[in-house]
């Protein structure tokens, strides 16, 4: 895990976007991570989790894939992950979730990394539910969610304009607040693993 606690030195933050949707909120809302982190943030998208095949054991009996390889390699690079999601039928996305237990295989990368979450809906609970299924599975697999306050953005709709920029001046605040948040918390995790 790259964390270090030189704070010359940014944070590595890989980040996932939950839904494979191009006009997604929830990749919206990474754009806008992206735009408003901190300085000691180095947040990267990874893009390709939607080429990683259903979880299936016999599949990774037969020799991890290729896609899976490189996720998992680009997850141990990192000292940190942010997980953007929409919230499907009160939960996570299957491809987020289907990336979690490809992730959570063998010497996981995710044991004992931060992750902070940030979710999007065009309802009134802004992905509140997905957050609750998404810390119980992290706390499973030994990953360290940054406790809450979380970013929810409920009615997604009027918080971002016709180009899917997060326009909201208040929600803009708020994903900047929580991502300095989140730098202090994953240096503060890794000084304790330390």
Same mark, same amino acid.
């Given at each position: 895990?790259?964390?270090?606690? $030189? =704070?010359? %030195? @940014?944070?590595? +933050?890989? /980040?996932?976007?939950?839904? &494979?949707?191009?006009?997604?909120?929830?990749?919206?809302?990474?754009?806008?991570?992206?735009?408003?982190?901190?300085?000691?943030?180095?947040?990267?998208?990874?893009?390709?989790?939607?080429?990683?095949?259903?979880?299936?054991?016999?599949?990774? $009996? =037969?020799? %991890? @894939?290729?896609? +899976?390889? /490189?996720?998992?390699?680009? &997850?141990?690079?990192?000292?940190?992950?942010?997980?953007?999601?929409?919230?499907?039928?009160?939960?996570?996305?299957?491809?987020?979730?289907?990336?979690?237990?490809?992730?959570?295989?063998?010497?996981?990368?995710?044991?004992?990394?931060?992750?902070?979450?940030?979710?999007?809906?065009?309802?009134?609970?802004?992905?509140?539910?997905?957050?609750?299924?998404?810390?119980?599975?992290?706390?499973?697999?030994?990953?360290?969610?940054?406790?809450?306050?979380?970013?929810?953005?409920?009615?997604?709709?009027?918080?971002?304009?016709?180009?899917?920029?997060?326009?909201?001046?208040?929600?803009?605040?708020?994903?900047?607040?929580?991502?300095?948040?989140?730098?202090?918390?994953?240096?503060?995790?890794?000084?304790?693993?330390?």
């Amino acid at each position: 895990m790259d964390v270090t606690d $030189d =704070a010359s %030195v @940014p944070v590595k +933050v890989l /980040a996932l976007a939950g839904s &494979l949707r191009a006009k997604a909120y929830s990749s919206a809302l990474l754009r806008a991570a992206l735009d408003l982190a901190p300085k000691g943030l180095a947040i990267t998208h990874y893009a390709p989790i939607g080429d990683l095949p259903f979880f299936n054991q016999d599949l990774e $009996d =037969a020799g %991890v @894939p290729p896609p +899976v390889t /490189a996720f998992k390699a680009a &997850l141990a690079g990192a000292g940190a992950l942010l997980l953007v999601s929409p919230e499907y039928n009160s939960g996570p996305s299957a491809v987020l979730k289907n990336a979690i237990d490809w992730a959570s295989r063998g010497k996981s990368p995710l044991k004992g990394m931060p992750v902070a979450l940030m979710t999007s809906s065009p309802g009134v609970l802004g992905g509140a539910r997905c957050q609750q299924q998404l810390r119980l599975s992290l706390s499973g697999i030994g990953a360290v969610a940054m406790p809450a306050p979380d970013v929810v953005v409920a009615q997604a709709a009027s918080r971002f304009d016709a180009g899917l920029r997060l326009a909201d001046e208040a929600t803009r605040t708020l994903v900047g607040d929580h991502l300095a948040r989140f730098e202090r918390f994953a240096r503060a995790i890794r000084a304790g693993a330390g």
